[in-house]
């Protein structure tokens, strides 16, 4: 599996990222949708990777939005069906989380559903060290969103480069 950064307009990417939207407004009210389309993610601040097999065919994908100079959003994380079970989330996110580290970035937030439909993004989320936290950002108290923060610390910076980084305790 290769994760790079990609074109969230690319057709196959269109796609996956239409499932992901029709589901969650399948799942959630649409005033509890925070996903953004395709042209949102393509947006300056916004890093969007995909991950693919060794033949290209797309996995999953995810992003991470700039909040601030010490904050990130989680934002888009999805696997494709096919793919799902195989490490392809845990993947994407150490990932997402190596990159906002060497980025310089100290938290990373997202938020998800409470919805049964999101308990194995939940469950991915608080193996990876995520915690409970109050609405961040533009967001408000819903009870169709639970909010979540990450707390990066700085990566030793060995003489062969950055390390990836680990949770604070």
């Known amino acids: 599996m290769t994760i790079t950064i990609d074109d969230p307009t690319a057709p196959d990417v269109l796609a996956l990222l239409g499932e992901h939207l029709a589901d969650m407004y399948a799942t959630s009210p649409a005033e509890s949708v925070h996903a953004l389309d395709p042209s949102a993610l393509a947006a300056p601040g916004i890093t969007f990777w995909t991950a693919r097999d060794a033949g290209g065919a797309l996995l999953g994908c995810a992003a991470l939005k700039e909040l601030g100079p010490a904050d990130g959003e989680l934002k888009s994380m999805r696997?494709?069906?096919?793919?799902?079970?195989?490490?392809?989330?845990?993947?994407?996110?150490a990932h997402v989380l190596a990159t906002a580290a060497a980025r310089g970035l100290r938290t990373v937030h997202l938020e998800t559903g409470t919805q049964d439909y999101f308990a194995p993004a939940r469950r991915l989320y608080e193996r990876a060290?995520?915690?409970?936290?109050?609405p961040f950002g533009d967001y408000v108290l819903d009870p169709h969103s639970v909010f979540y923060r990450l707390s990066l610390i700085a990566p030793?910076?060995?003489?062969?480069?950055?390390?990836?980084?680990?949770p604070a305790s």
């Open 156 to 166: 030793d910076v060995p003489a062969t480069g950055p390390r990836a980084a680990q």
């Open 129 to 134: 060290g995520f915690v409970a936290c109050p």
């Open 79 to 93: 696997t494709t069906s096919a793919a799902r079970g195989h490490g392809v989330g845990t993947a994407l996110l």
